[in-house]
């Protein structure tokens, strides 16, 4: 009886010992591996890098117009390739970025000057696709303009994904990546202005709903996932928040995820039955 007692110590003892020894050295090999702090730019590279990118300049809005435009005449004509083009020009995705570190780094004027700035460069994309569409002479809604009025969880899936890799790109110390360009392609934010802009157009009120959510979707979720990732990064706060404040913004968003995400759960399980009908 005492030998088996004993043996069993002996194995217990061994266990513990390779989880404190053994393990050890794994898990700070994964930490190292998976680390995003390790070749992080500096804290005052990232916030120049992230706020020049949002600025609304005559540039920027020249480039915007120009990729509404094309995007337009893709869904219009039902380009894939000409879509693409469109979406990697498209300057929207700065913006939301410089939203997203004026929210984390808890300065209140920056956020508002630069959802603005958002606020203005989504209206004017959505005013020139309803020009477009007013005045194309194609007024049938192709597959690429119908694909953007049925967001599921899946777009919300990818709008994660997307915002993670596009933040952790831009805060590389070595910028020179294809990050950004295969984010913008991922989560789509001009396409979904121009149905919207199709839509009023042809006053289709459905579609307009539709591809607003998406939108929605994308936007919300390139925010919420770049915004992990800053307060993962330690970005210097222009103000500390309280316990109190803490507890309400984090409620705050817990609230908002919801509010966002169970639409397109909704529509995934209406989809799947359908199919499966």
């Given at each position: 009886?005492?030998?088996?007692?004993?043996?069993?110590?002996?194995?217990?003892?061994m266990?513990?010992?390779?989880r404190?020894?053994?393990?050890?050295?794994?898990?700070?090999?994964?930490?190292?591996?998976?680390?995003?702090?390790?070749?992080?730019?500096?804290?005052?590279?990232?916030?120049?890098?992230?706020?020049?990118?949002?600025?609304?300049?005559?540039?920027?809005?020249?480039?915007?117009?120009?990729?509404?435009?094309?995007?337009?005449?893709?869904?219009?004509?039902?380009?894939?390739?000409?879509?693409?083009?469109?979406?990697?020009?498209s300057?929207?995705?700065?913006?939301?970025?410089?939203?997203?570190?004026?929210?984390?780094?808890?300065?209140?004027?920056?956020?508002?000057?630069?959802?603005?700035?958002?606020?203005?460069?989504?209206?004017?994309?959505?005013?020139?696709?309803?020009?477009?569409?007013?005045?194309?002479?194609?007024?049938?809604?192709?597959?690429?303009?119908?694909?953007?009025?049925?967001?599921?969880?899946?777009?919300?899936?990818?709008?994660?994904?997307?915002?993670?890799?596009?933040?952790?790109?831009?805060?590389?110390?070595?910028?020179?990546?294809?990050?950004?360009?295969?984010?913008?392609?991922?989560?789509?934010?001009?396409?979904?202005?121009?149905?919207?802009?199709?839509?009023?157009?042809?006053?289709?009120?459905?579609?307009?709903?539709?591809?607003?959510?998406?939108?929605?979707?994308?936007?919300?979720?390139?925010?919420?996932?770049?915004?992990?990732?800053?307060?993962?990064?330690?970005?210097?706060?222009v103000?500390?928040?309280?316990?109190?404040?803490?507890?309400?913004?984090r409620?705050?968003?817990?609230?908002?995820?919801?509010?966002?995400?169970?639409?397109?759960?909704?529509?995934?399980?209406?989809?799947?039955?359908?199919?499966?009908?």
């Amino acid at each position: 009886m005492h030998k088996t007692e004993n043996k069993t110590a002996a194995a217990t003892g061994m266990l513990r010992r390779l989880r404190e020894d053994g393990f050890e050295p794994v898990k700070q090999t994964l930490r190292r591996i998976f680390s995003i702090t390790e070749d992080a730019a500096a804290h005052e590279e990232i916030r120049e890098r992230l706020l020049s990118g949002g600025k609304v300049t005559g540039t920027n809005m020249c480039v915007m117009i120009c990729a509404i435009v094309i995007a337009s005449v893709g869904l219009n004509t039902d380009s894939v390739a000409v879509i693409i083009g469109a979406m990697l020009i498209s300057p929207l995705m700065g913006s939301i970025l410089a939203i997203a570190y004026g929210s984390v780094s808890n300065n209140a004027p920056l956020v508002r000057r630069h959802a603005i700035g958002f606020a203005f460069q989504i209206v004017i994309s959505v005013l020139t696709a309803v020009i477009y569409f007013a005045l194309t002479p194609i007024k049938t809604a192709t597959a690429q303009l119908i694909a953007r009025t049925q967001p599921t969880f899946f777009d919300v899936l990818i709008a994660i994904a997307g915002g993670i890799a596009g933040i952790i790109g831009q805060t590389r110390k070595d910028k020179a990546n294809n990050i950004i360009l295969g984010v913008a392609i991922a989560t789509a934010l001009m396409p979904p202005l121009c149905t919207c802009g199709y839509a009023i157009a042809t006053h289709q009120w459905a579609m307009l709903g539709g591809a607003a959510y998406l939108f929605a979707i994308n936007t919300y979720f390139i925010f919420f996932s770049a915004s992990v990732v800053l307060s993962l990064l330690r970005i210097p706060r222009v103000q500390e928040m309280t316990a109190a404040q803490w507890k309400k913004l984090r409620r705050r968003m817990i609230r908002n995820t919801i509010l966002i995400v169970l639409p397109s759960i909704a529509i995934t399980i209406i989809m799947v039955l359908t199919q499966n009908a």
